[in-house]
């Protein structure tokens, strides 16, 4: 699996939009782009992915740059509870394992 | 959907005792995945099956490390000669195996090895 680089850590005020950055210089066109969080004391969750489009779902956005060379996870209203390790994931269609990187770990001041 | 299970939530164990970890995955998920993570450090992969094929072990899945999926149901995980290297939150995770499968994770096993 194609490696990522992600910041070590972020900080943000509540109430106000996320970005969080993600560089995959190596990505395949096959690679799909995957983002899950740990919250404190929990496994990770699944939070977006996507392939060459930007994606919204309820949780966040998921905006890919044109070359795929990087994305940025967007929270656009960050509460406490997104205090958490957001990890960013490459994984081919219908790959084996999910590969996890040390993420990024955002704290949210009141 | 009750989720993935795991059991125990915490495990302390001496140095050179065997342990066994067991996750229940989502009913009808067919993948089961194993993980390890040690404090500060995204989860490693060690393990994951389809149905009850293991399908794929990582190079940290020494010879100590077995793991077992009867039936393509419930998981285990056991450590034999446990060393204080083996401490960490041992994580089960569970999906539908479709196109683009999403993980679901259980809430982990920490082994302390003292």
């Known amino acids: 699996d194609a490696k990522t680089t992600q910041p070590n850590s972020m900080e943000s005020n509540e109430e106000e939009p996320v970005h969080l950055p993600c560089n995959h210089s190596?990505?395949?066109?096959?690679?799909?782009i995957h983002w899950y969080r740990q919250l404190p004391s929990q496994g990770p969750e699944y939070v977006i992915h996507g392939l060459t489009s930007n994606v919204n779902n309820r949780m966040a956005s998921l905006a890919i740059a044109e070359d795929r060379k990087s994305s940025t996870l967007i929270l656009h209203r960050a509460t406490l509870r997104d205090a958490a390790v957001y990890y960013c994931i490459l994984r081919e269609f219908y790959g084996q394992n999910f590969v996890f990187g040390p993420g990024t770990r955002l704290s949210v001041l009141p | 959907d009750t989720g993935v299970s795991q059991d125990p939530r915490h495990k302390i164990t001496k140095r050179g005792q065997n342990v066994t970890f067991r996750c229940d995955p989502i009913?009808?998920?067919?993948?089961l995945y194993w993980y390890r993570q040690t404090l500060g450090q995204g989860p490693e992969f060690l393990t994951y099956f389809q149905n009850e094929a293991q399908l794929e072990k990582s190079r940290l899945l020494s010879d100590r490390f077995s793991a077992e999926r009867p039936k393509g149901s419930f998981s285990t995980l056991e450590i034999q000669r446990t060393e204080q290297g083996d401490s960490a939150m041992y994580l089960c995770?569970?999906?539908?195996?479709?196109?683009?499968?999403?993980?679901?994770f259980g809430s982990g096993t920490q082994l302390s090895v003292l």
């Open positions: 995770a569970s999906s539908s195996g479709a196109f683009n499968e999403k993980l679901f």
């Open positions: 190596t990505i395949s066109g096959t690679d799909y």
């Open positions: 009913s009808e998920h067919n993948r």
